[in-house]
């Protein structure tokens, strides 16, 4: 093995343990890994560290390739009833990054009557050994409590940046999740979250309305100059007709989906990265990078179950809360806050820790 090689290993070994880690994974522990096919293809090293990092935790780590079941597909019977006995069920994907969803009935039943908890790692391979994923978890979770004072009370978001978007976006309190919970330093329960860790996530209402001018739409590998314009009114989209937007035009005229803005990401982890993760599956390791924003387009768990979804991003916004402003231009004012400051210097310089560029 190549010196960079034994630098990859060491990275990827590094990201299992701090994933796991957040999971709570401890000893006894029943710990499903269900890789679609081709990711057992295209990186069994994942796969292979996670059994060895959990195995050496004491849990019992089984392994389960699927094929992707889409957006509410369940397995079959068998592999839904070990969905019911194991304390977590990690879903592994590369080109297809969730092959169960937490939408699937059988992962909503496991979560939800069995306490069962469901991670997504996103992004495909190597995700486990990018900066987003060897981040402190504890600096994140500072972050995301920070933020979130600004949505203890229903209120109303407001997106803005240079390229002329304006996105009115009302919201409940009620509505605003982290990946987990706000209240506790490890995964709970009956949890869903994704992997790396990073984004705060808002139901968005049918009052949503203005122009977003979107820099990036996911399946598209690379940032969009200029800047595509999404309308929406009522909640729904209406994309400017453009070559970029062909594919999700089409989506749209399927009775089978929706154009409807049914969740709003806000990215928080300082180590997310746009030039890395745009060109990984489903953008991996961009979606949570801190200040970028997206706007997820069809399935509303609950209300329609839609084929196929699709996003739109900000990527260097400035939000508001009423008259408080949440990100400046891409840059998280909860980065400067004392408390976060106060977390990230017990894991080395705050500066550094908490610098954000623009990629």
Known sequence: MSELEQSYMDRLREGAEKFLAYLGIEAGDQV???PSWESMKSDMETIDVLRDVGGKIGADITTIPIDALGMR???NPVIVEALYRCDCFIGIGDKTPNPITGHAWSALTARWDFGAKQVDLRGG????ASEASLYPAEITIAIAREVRKNFMKDGVLRFTDSNGSDVIS???ASDVFFGGSFD???FGNGQRCDWPLGQIMIHSEDTLAGTAMVEAIRRIPNVISPAVRFDIKGGHVEPEIREETAAIRKMFADPQNSNICTKLFLGLNPRGSIEEGIVKSNFGNMVQKAGVVCFMIGDKAGFMATKEGTGGY???PTIRVGDDIV????RLRALDSAVVRDVAARFGDPDELLSSHRF
């Open 32 to 34: 499903i890994l269900m």
């Open 73 to 75: 597909g369940d397995p």
């Open 125 to 128: 391979k190597g995700i486990l």
């Open 170 to 172: 009302p919201f409940k």
């Open 184 to 186: 506790a330093d490890t």
């Open 314 to 316: 900000l990527l260097a």
């Open 327 to 330: 990100s400046e231009n891409g």
